[in-house]
């Protein structure tokens, strides 16, 4: 999957959203820390991916910082999680603290990806943008449930 269609890059975004509500009281640390790290991430692939969707005007600097960001958040992910901790509010799978050595691979393997987006210039970043995203997307299909956002009852 090297490269994808704007359109499915857009989907994707939306797909990587978190739940509406933004101020949660969690009971462990570690959840509220790997919490924050994730909606950094977010953050960050929001700029890119909104100079990359014409939606905001292409900064090289701003690009960089939001790459660097996730680069440094990315090598973070397996200590963030290293501590089992499960909670309501979590969407965290069990089959990380299961599969250890797979989910800190993924995290690997992110880092891989934002330390190859090329922040230069727009072109560049339109062709290696979408591998992160793919990055993302992987690991949170093999290890976070999708959140509830409509509740009908
Ligand atoms: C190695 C696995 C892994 C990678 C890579 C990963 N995530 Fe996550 N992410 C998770 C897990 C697990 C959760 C659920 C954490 C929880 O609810 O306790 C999560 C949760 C999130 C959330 C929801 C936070 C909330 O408010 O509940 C966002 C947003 C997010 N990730 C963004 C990203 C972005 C953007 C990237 C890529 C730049 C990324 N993640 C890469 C595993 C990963």
């Given at each position: 999957?090297?490269?994808?269609?704007?359109?499915?890059?857009?989907?994707?975004?939306t797909?990587?959203?978190?739940?509406a509500?933004?101020?949660?009281?969690?009971t462990?640390?570690?959840?509220?820390?790997?919490?924050?790290?994730?909606?950094?991430n977010?953050?960050?692939l929001?700029t890119?991916?909104?100079?990359?969707?014409?939606?905001?005007?292409?900064?090289a600097?701003?690009?960089?910082?939001?790459?660097?960001?996730?680069?440094?958040?990315?090598?973070?992910?397996?200590?963030?999680?290293?501590?089992e901790?499960?909670?309501?509010?979590?969407?965290?799978?069990?089959?990380?603290?299961?599969?250890?050595?797979?989910?800190?691979?993924?995290?690997?393997?992110?880092?891989?990806?934002?330390?190859?987006?090329?922040?230069?210039?727009?072109?560049?970043?339109?062709?290696?943008?979408?591998?992160?995203?793919?990055?993302?997307?992987?690991?949170?299909?093999?290890?976070?449930?999708?959140p509830?956002?409509?509740?009908?009852?």
């Amino acid at each position: 999957m090297k490269r994808l269609a704007l359109g499915a890059v857009l989907i994707l975004a939306t797909a990587l959203s978190g739940p509406a509500d933004a101020e949660k009281s969690f009971t462990h640390k570690e959840v509220r820390a790997r919490i924050e790290l994730m909606q950094s991430n977010r953050d960050a692939l929001e700029t890119l991916h909104q100079m990359m969707a014409g939606q905001r005007r292409f900064s090289a600097s701003e690009a960089s910082a939001a790459r660097r960001s996730l680069l440094r958040n990315l090598r973070k992910i397996p200590r963030a999680f290293r501590k089992e901790r499960m909670e309501p509010l979590s969407n965290a799978r069990p089959g990380i603290w299961l599969n250890r050595d797979d989910f800190d691979a993924r995290a690997k393997a992110a880092a891989k990806a934002a330390a190859a987006v090329k922040s230069q210039n727009l072109p560049a970043l339109r062709r290696t943008l979408p591998d992160l995203f793919h990055a993302c997307l992987s690991c949170h299909d093999a290890y976070r449930n999708r959140p509830r956002e409509f509740t009908t009852h």
